[in-house]
């Protein structure tokens, strides 16, 4: 359905897709004040200036809790879904951007979240991102 989808001008391609998605990422970061998560932003977006790049970890169990509570799943149905989803994200990084999403040098900084509270995490990225971007002069000594 993918090849007559492009071949009679349905849908376009997955490559015309990755350049659109592209497009926007780097439109969005070059204009400011966004948060963009996911789809590559941290490699489309590594040679600007005024970015900040985090990646959010934690234990598979912890994940698991997460996605019970917010998606009303079992714990096969959230392990499967985290699952399926690490995959995929993966695969998108590593075929479309040759690069391997555990690479610890494509972030800025890398969270785990299991020691820490979703306040606390805010206030790390917070305060990281006034550092590097907002106010550099202000954390100078």
Same mark, same amino acid.
């Given at each position: 359905?993918? #090849?007559?989808?492009?071949?009679?001008?349905?849908?376009?391609?997955? $490559?015309? !897709?990755?350049?659109?998605?592209?497009?926007?990422?780097?439109?969005?970061?070059? #204009?400011?004040? /966004?948060?963009?998560?996911?789809?590559?932003?941290?490699?489309?977006?590594?040679?600007? &200036?005024? /970015?900040?790049?985090?990646?959010?970890?934690?234990?598979?169990?912890?994940? /698991?809790?997460?996605?019970?509570? !917010?998606?009303?799943?079992?714990? &096969?149905?959230?392990?499967?879904?985290?699952?399926?989803?690490?995959?995929?994200? +993966?695969?998108? !990084? +590593?075929?479309?951007?040759?690069?391997?999403?555990?690479?610890?040098? !494509?972030?800025?900084? /890398?969270?785990?979240?299991?020691?820490?509270?979703?306040?606390?995490?805010?206030?790390?990225?917070?305060? $990281?991102?006034?550092? +590097?971007?907002?106010?550099?002069?202000m954390f100078t000594e």
């Amino acid at each position: 359905s993918e #090849f007559f989808g492009e071949l009679f001008g349905v849908a376009p391609s997955k $490559m015309k !897709l990755l350049h659109k998605t592209t497009e926007t990422i780097l439109r969005l970061a070059e #204009f400011g004040n /966004v948060i963009i998560v996911g789809r590559a932003s941290n490699v489309i977006t590594a040679n600007l &200036k005024n /970015v900040f790049h985090v990646r959010l970890v934690a234990p598979l169990y912890d994940r /698991v809790e997460n996605c019970k509570q !917010l998606y009303r799943m079992t714990k &096969k149905e959230a392990e499967e879904f985290i699952n399926h989803e690490d995959k995929e994200r +993966k695969e998108y !990084l +590593k075929n479309y951007f040759h690069r391997d999403i555990e690479n610890p040098l !494509l972030y800025h900084i /890398v969270v785990n979240t299991h020691f820490h509270t979703f306040d606390e995490v805010a206030q790390i990225i917070g305060r $990281m991102v006034m550092k +590097k971007i907002i106010a550099p002069s202000m954390f100078t000594e």
